[in-house]
């Protein structure tokens, strides 16, 4: 059974970065393809960007092209959302989430990360 | 980017009521649509993949169909445990995108 279990809350400064982490159990980080989504408050859900197994890269939402860095420390099965420039609307909470080839959802998800941007 | 319009943006039906929330994407998409249920203050749970498939250990009261533009999800008789927001996501090419959400109420 696979969990993930992310990094406690942040409170960043604009143009500060924040760094999430996402903890994998019960697999190893390498059989898993990992995305990340985030939700403001009181929006909808946002996908930022993913490791696509068919061609082993990590894609990025134009959106968050440049600013947003996804990688993985493979020796303690950790994920790894950086985001960079910092602005009060990158206010939200951010998802890791385990992307699953047999159905292509995203069929296990982190408990989420709650990033506030003020000054 | 591929552009989900889901409505309508909330509802509120009665217990045993069916409800259908629809999904249109801007531009064919196969049957490359997913459906997920978010609860206040919960992560999202995948529901529906592959436009119709149940994900397991999902009720048969949720279903999904349609293909190419249009999209359907129905909950055949609505109960309480079921209020939630619901999106759609496509995976049809390099950058996924989630509908805008449609918040199911009692009435």
């Known amino acids: 059974q696979v969990q993930l279990v992310q990094s406690g809350a942040e409170v960043k400064k604009p143009g500060a970065s924040v760094k999430v982490s996402c903890k994998v159990s019960g697999y190893t980080l390498t059989e898993l393809s990992m995305h990340w989504v985030r939700q403001a408050p009181g929006k909808g859900l946002e996908w930022m960007g993913g490791?696509?197994?068919?061609?082993?890269?990590?894609i990025y939402a134009q959106k968050f092209q440049g600013r947003v860095t996804m990688t993985e420390d493979t020796s303690t099965d950790t994920a790894y959302m950086e985001l960079s420039s910092l602005r009060s609307e990158d206010t939200a909470v951010y998802y890791c989430?385990?992307?699953?080839?047999?159905?292509?959802?995203?069929?296990?998800w982190g408990q989420g990360t709650t990033v506030t941007v003020s000054s | 980017d591929i552009q989900m319009t889901q409505s309508p943006s909330s509802l509120s039906a009665s217990v045993g009521d069916r409800v259908t929330i629809t999904c249109q994407a801007s531009?064919?998409?196969?049957?490359?649509l997913n459906w997920y249920q978010q609860k206040p203050g919960k992560a999202p749970k995948l529901l529906i993949y592959d436009a119709s498939n149940l994900e397991t250990g999902v009720p048969s009261r949720f279903s999904g169909s349609g293909s190419g533009t249009d999209f359907t999800f129905t909950i055949s008789s609505l109960q309480p445990e079921d209020i939630a927001t619901y999106y759609c996501?496509?995976?049809?090419?390099?950058?996924?995108?989630f509908g805008q959400g449609t918040k199911v109420e009692i009435k």
């Open positions: 490791f696509d197994p068919e061609d082993g890269e990590t």
């Open positions: 996501q496509q995976y049809d090419n390099l950058s996924w995108t």
């Open positions: 989430a385990k992307y699953s080839s047999s159905s292509s959802g995203l069929d296990v």
């Open positions: 531009q064919d998409i196969s049957n490359y």
